[in-house]
Structures are given as C-alpha cells and as structure tokens.
C-alpha cells in the first residue's frame, strides 16, 4: 500500500489473513520482576510492572492502582521488599511534588533516562490543572513542567483509571529525547469542551532545558496542529476513543479495550484509526491469537521501557503475557490498517 512503512511481517495483499498478535516481549534485563505472574485484579491489588533498569539488582518493581487514581504507588526490590528511599518512603502520592495535585493522570517509564514520567492533576481549579514530574529509583521527585491550567474542558477529570484518558508518548517515540504528547480526541475546540462534533486537543509537553517544537522550555501546551487534518470533524455524543498506541510512522492509533472472552485469550476488541486522514474506528476486533485476557471490566496499555503493558482498570482483571515491544505493536498496528483498508 502506498506510504505503509515497511517492516517484518507486514502482509500487504489483497489476500493476506487477518492479523495475528506479536509475540510478547520479556527482556532478561527486566524479567522475570516481582510480581510478573500477572494475575491482578485493579480493585483489589497493586499492578506489577517491571522497575528501574538501574535499580542494581534483578527483579525489582513498581506497583500501579488503577481503580482510584489517588492511591500511593510503591516500588518492591526483586524479593517483594517494599522500597523506603525518598518519596517511596509510604507510598509515592500524587501530592507529593505539591499537595495540591491530588489525581494521577497518566504514567510513562522511560528506558533511557531511567525516570519514570507522571502527569499529575490538580482538580481543584476549574478547568483542571496539569502539571509533569518524575520520580527515579531514589525517590528523587522534580517537576519537569510549570503548572498548565488547560482551557478545554474535555480535558478535565483524565484520571488515570479510566479507559478513556489518553496515553502519554514521546514524539519520534524514541525514549530518552523529543517532546511528550497526550491526544484527546473527544474534544470540541471551537467551543473548548467535549461537545459532539469533535477535531481533538492536544497537549504537548516539553521538559528539556530548552525550546523545542516551539514549545518553551519546561512548559506544555494545547495545540490541535497534527491531530487530525484541519477542518475535519468527527464522532457524535457516543465517540470516545481514549487510550491508543501510536501514533504510528504511518499515523496509525488504536488499542484493544476490553476482550469478549471470560475465560480465556479470546478475541479482544477496541479502537483503530488513522490520524492523517481523521478516519477513527470503534469496537473494532483487534486480531487473532491475543495472548492475555481481561474481564469484569476493561483494560488499557501503558508505555514501560520501551514496551506497551496492558493493565487492569476499574474493578477488572489481566492475565496472560501481556508484555509487548512497541517497535512490535506498532508493526502490528499497520498490519491492522492494512487490513481494514485505513492504510
């Protein structure tokens, strides 16, 4: 197909099947970790996640509660010690770079800068207030951002334990260097709020020393240049993509939000879109052969060491390999496309 980055294992005929998943990923620089049998449930337990590559011992993690997006989260050394340093001393908190920030917005941990990046909420102005800060294996926490108080109101209350609040990526998706973003879709800019019909806002975020993409040094803004093409609108009251991967080199998002199966790896369905041409699909069925399962209640990716994970939100449960590269998904993602005809 014309404009389709090639890369292994990417099918482009008119007869080719429909996707398989990638097979998941489990560096032996971060697994085996403690608590990577994988089987949780967000209401009840604190979701494992592979640590910080420079703990200085194997099989340390960071634990993720995904049902209320105010609780502490906690780091474990690879026997299940739960870690004291700084501020995860009693459990890292949403307040603990300012005590107004009170919700959890979304999480990245990078694998080159060994940081793991969190958006923070201060829910008590109107609209919402952001701001981004890290935290490393010491518990050293800075603010990488000034507060941003956003105009849009579509982009109040994005809590992290709902499947509708967009993902945190780096631009060029390469960890370690470039802007972050977070996309909402579901955004009415002409009228700042999330009234249908919707051409999306964006949040990009710089937290280097100096100016990049125009944005200043420190700073985040919203912006609805490169979301979708100009004038285009999409969606009705109903539409409401929230946590994709991507976006690919081709522009192409999606993620599976909930699979259908309660038993075992059925198959998972979700959103799949294309971001040059404002094409976004929902309760699309998301490939052959997925190799986790979720149930009770939905589940999202989040970006870790160069990898997606997917996790458990409100009161459901993951298990299975859950663990995939993003070069992987990413590929996987075009494959998608391709099939149903997006790329």
């Not at 990046?117 to 800060?133: A, F, G, L, Q």
């Not at 080199?249 to 939000?257: H, V």
């Not at 299975?320 to 993003?326: A, E």
Request: hydrophobic fraction near 35%; glycine fraction near 10%; include cysteine.
């Amino acid at each position: 197909m014309a404009g389709l980055t090639r890369a292994i294992n990417i099918v482009t005929s008119k007869n080719r099947a429909f996707p398989n998943w990638p097979t998941p990923y489990m560096p032996s620089e971060s697994w085996p970790f403690y608590g990577s049998h994988n089987y949780a449930q967000a209401s009840t337990d604190n979701v494992n996640l592979p640590g910080f590559l420079d703990f200085g011992s194997v099989g340390s993690s960071i634990s993720l509660y995904a049902y209320d997006s105010d609780n502490a989260q906690f780091m474990y050394n690879g026997q299940g010690t739960t870690q004291t340093a700084g501020s995860w001393n009693s459990g890292f908190s949403p307040g603990d770079g300012a005590a107004a920030y009170d919700q959890w917005s979304a999480f990245y941990m990078d694998r080159v800068d060994n940081k793991l990046y969190v958006m923070v909420i201060d829910t008590s102005t109107d609209p919402d207030t952001y701001r981004m800060m890290t935290i490393d294996k010491d518990g050293t926490t800075a603010f990488v951002t000034a507060a941003y108080q956003v105009t849009n109101t579509a982009l109040n209350n994005m809590k992290f334990s709902f499947d509708s609040t967009p993902l945190l990526y780096r631009v060029g998706m390469v960890d370690g260097t470039g802007n972050f973003r977070m996309d909402r879709f579901r955004a009415n800019t002409p009228n700042d709020n999330n009234t249908a019909p919707y051409d999306g806002v964006r949040l990009e975020i710089n937290t280097s020393s100096g100016t990049v993409n125009s944005i200043s040094a420190n700073t985040m803004v919203e912006t609805t240049d490169g979301l979708i093409p100009n004038n285009i609108f999409i969606g009705n009251s109903s539409f409401s993509p929230g946590c994709v991967m991507g976006p690919t080199d081709n522009g192409i998002i999606g993620s599976p939000i909930y699979s259908s199966n309660t038993s075992y790896q059925g198959q998972p369905y979700g959103i799949l879109g294309n971001m040059n041409t404002g094409q976004i699909n929902q309760n699309v069925a998301f490939g052959n052969n997925c190799p986790f399962y979720g149930w009770t209640s939905g589940f999202k990716p989040i970006p870790w060491l160069g990898s997606y994970l997917f996790h458990p939100v409100g009161s459901g449960y993951v298990s299975g390999m859950n663990n995939f590269s993003r070069t992987d998904i990413h590929a996987f993602l075009d494959e998608l496309a391709v099939w149903y005809g997006l790329l």
